[in-house]
Each structure stands twice: as structure tokens, then as C-alpha cells.
């Protein structure tokens, strides 16, 4: 499975901004697809997952009810709708698309800054 994540870039507060990661490969035999961040002097931390499979969604706390992720089978891409943007939601983004193993391929990350 390879992925490509892009749409990062520049956004005021309070904006919106929408990802996609586009995988390629076995994609159907992953289990989630998903969204770790890293912001500066940060560790990587969840946002959202997708299941495959379903379109069965999960959260992070810090971003349910602004974040919505969402999957294109037909386009085997995953999209991440990033509304009320805040400035602690600087970082760079990766998608990543996991096995029921647990193994999980990243794509490369996309950088978001939130300017205040």
C-alpha cells in the first residue's frame, strides 16, 4: 500500500482547510485508514481513523465536532475536513492505512499551519 497525503497549506483561525490521502496498492486489505499529527516538539498523535471496510469512524477529543474524515472507495482516497481551525492544530499531518495485524503503512506528511 502506498500513500500520498496532500492539501496542507496555510489557514487563519477559525478556517477550514481539507486533506486528502491517496492510496494505492492492496488497499482492501486494509483495515483503518487514518490521520496521525505531529506539531513542533511534539509527539505524533492520533486525530481520526476510518474503517475500510464500513466507513466506521473514530475521534480524537480535541477534534469531534470540527474534523470529519471520510473515504472515496472509488477513488481509494480519504479526505479529512478541517473546520474551526486552531492554531494548536499547526503540525504535519499523516494518513496512514492499517492492517487487522496491526502493521500500518504512512504516507509522507502534509504540513497545516494555523495562523492566529
Not at 486528502?20 to 492520533?46: H, N, T, V
Not at 466506521?56 to 478541517?82: E, H, P
Amino acid at each position: 500500500v502506498q500513500l500520498q497525503a496532500s492539501g496542507g497549506g496555510l489557514v487563519q483561525t477559525g478556517g477550514s482547510l481539507r486533506l486528502s490521502c491517496s492510496a494505492s496498492g492492496d488497499i482492501f486489505s486494509s483495515y483503518r485508514l487514518g490521520w496521525f499529527r505531529q506539531a513542533p516538539g511534539k509527539e505524533r498523535e492520533f486525530v481520526a481513523a476510518i474503517r475500510w471496510r464500513d466507513a466506521n469512524k473514530y475521534y480524537a477529543d480535541f477534534v469531534k465536532g470540527r474534523f470529519t474524515i471520510s473515504r472515496d472507495a472509488a477513488k481509494n482516497t480519504m479526505y479529512l475536513q478541517m473546520n474551526s481551525a486552531k492554531p494548536e492544530d499547526t503540525a504535519v499531518y499523516y494518513c496512514y492505512a492499517e492492517l487487522k495485524s496491526g502493521y500500518a503503512y504512512w504516507g509522507q506528511g502534509t504540513l497545516v499551519t494555523v495562523s492566529s
